[in-house]
């Protein structure tokens, strides 16, 4: 069983460097015990410099990266840039960037950023998820072919060490309401098939399989028992110290 890893998503969150930096010593404090879970926190950009000096505990990671590694693209931050400021980890094909207020992305340009990424030594947390839940089943067709299309030309070394967020769309954010863990339980099956029909059996083992969507610290046991969660993509409860702790901690005294 791989160690599991809890993987804190802020989002466009907080407003300042002073809060940022308040957040993340509180979360380092309350982690002070932990020793067998893997712990990321993906900020926004502009905090990752800062928040490297104050612990190495946790490692960090961004939530986006531009594909090419310099150049005239305005406004972009490459993985190179990324790697250098000393992040380990970056979130991509996040639902709020494939949505229209994240500039749209496909799978398409998903893919072009994993292989990025993995050029740039970081290592990819790919979410995948439908929209919705459709009765004759069209939802897993759609995550099928995210998985097939962010993955084409990626090979197989480089497989193992890539993580896939099962976030599904609906249970994301306030007001939404977690997948179940049998529900996660299915989709972890399917995706390892779909990796393993695409590379072949004997590197699937390796890829850790999270959860996103509403993840807090009542329902995480559930998701790693029954789920057979390798780990979690918090939002909002990346966001309290104390919450995320808690679903740290729960992944620890599971952790061999
Ligand atoms: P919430 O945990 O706030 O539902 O967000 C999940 C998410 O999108 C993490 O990437």
Redesign the pocket.
């Known amino acids: 069983m791989s160690k599991k890893i809890v993987?804190g998503?802020w989002?466009m969150n907080p407003a300042s460097l002073k809060e940022a930096e308040k957040l993340f010593t509180e979360t380092v404090k309350m982690l002070s015990d932990v020793k067998k879970t893997e712990v990321v926190i993906?900020s926004p950009f502009l905090y990752l410099e800062k928040l490297k000096k104050i612990s190495k505990k946790i490692s960090l990671g961004a939530q986006n990266i531009f594909w090419e590694e310099v150049g005239a693209y305005t406004g972009e931050v490459s993985g190179d840039m990324v790697y250098n400021i000393g992040a380990k980890y970056v979130?991509l094909g996040?639902?709020?960037r494939r949505n229209f207020f994240g500039g749209g992305e496909n799978n398409e340009i998903v893919n072009k950023k994993i292989k990025s990424a993995i050029k740039s030594g970081l290592i990819p947390i790919i979410?995948v998820g439908e929209n919705v839940r459709d009765e004759n089943h069209e939802y897993l067709n759609f995550v099928k072919k995210q998985i097939e299309e962010c993955f084409n030309g990626i090979s197989k070394n480089s497989i193992s060490k890539i993580i896939i967020?099962y976030?599904p769309v609906w249970?994301?954010?306030?007001g939404?309401y977690?997948a179940t863990p049998e529900e996660f339980r299915e989709m972890n099956i399917f995706i390892r098939k779909i990796l393993s029909d695409k590379f072949g059996l004997s590197n699937i083992e390796g890829v850790r399989i999270i959860y996103?969507?509403?993840?807090?610290e009542k329902n995480a046991l559930d998701f790693i028992i029954e789920g057979k969660a390798d780990g979690f993509?918090?939002?909002?409860?990346?966001l309290n110290p104390k919450k995320f702790s808690k679903i740290v901690k729960i992944c620890e005294t599971l952790n061999k």
């Not at 249970?171 to 306030?174: D, F, L, M, R």
């Open positions: 993987i998503n989002k993906c979130i996040h639902s709020e979410c967020a976030e249970a994301i954010g306030k939404a977690p996103g969507g509403s993840v807090d993509l918090p939002g909002r409860a990346s």
